[in-house]
C-alpha cells in the first residue's frame, strides 16, 4: 500500500464505528533500506489541512497556529501496531480512540 492511499482514508474504531480520518504519516529514515518507514498515523475528526500549521504551534504566524490548534484540537497519534491497514483505502484501530495519544495535550 502507498502512503497517498491513507491521506483522508476512513479511520473506524474497533466496533466499526467511523471515529475520523487520516490527515498525516509520521515516517522515519531506514538507513540500510534507504526509504522512509511508517510509524504511525496522525488521525482527527475534521477535515481540515492547513500546510503544516497543525503540526506545531512554533510554525509560522502566531495567528495560523492558534486557528490550527483550535480546529485540530481533537487529533490523535496511532503507532502503526495500533491500526490495522490491510483493507484498501481504510483504517481500523485496534484499540478505543481515547486511548490513542491526544496531539493537543502533547
Do not use: C, N
Not at 9 to 30: Q, Y
Not at 77 to 96: G, N, Q
Amino acid at each position: 500500500m502507498r502512503g497517498a492511499d491513507l491521506f483522508d482514508a476512513p479511520v473506524l474504531d474497533p466496533a466499526g464505528r467511523r471515529v475520523g480520518m487520516v490527515l498525516d504519516i509520521r515516517a522515519v529514515p531506514d538507513p540500510e533500506r534507504r526509504a522512509l518507514v511508517v510509524q504511525g498515523l496522525v488521525l482527527g475528526r475534521r477535515h481540515v489541512r492547513l500546510f503544516g500549521y497543525e503540526r506545531s504551534e512554533e510554525v509560522g504566524p502566531r495567528l495560523f497556529s492558534r486557528i490550527a490548534a483550535r480546529l485540530h484540537r481533537d487529533a490523535r497519534y496511532a503507532p502503526l501496531a495500533d491500526v490495522d491497514i490491510s483493507t484498501p483505502k481504510v483504517v481500523r484501530l485496534r484499540v478505543p480512540w481515547d486511548d490513542l495519544v491526544d496531539l493537543a495535550g502533547a
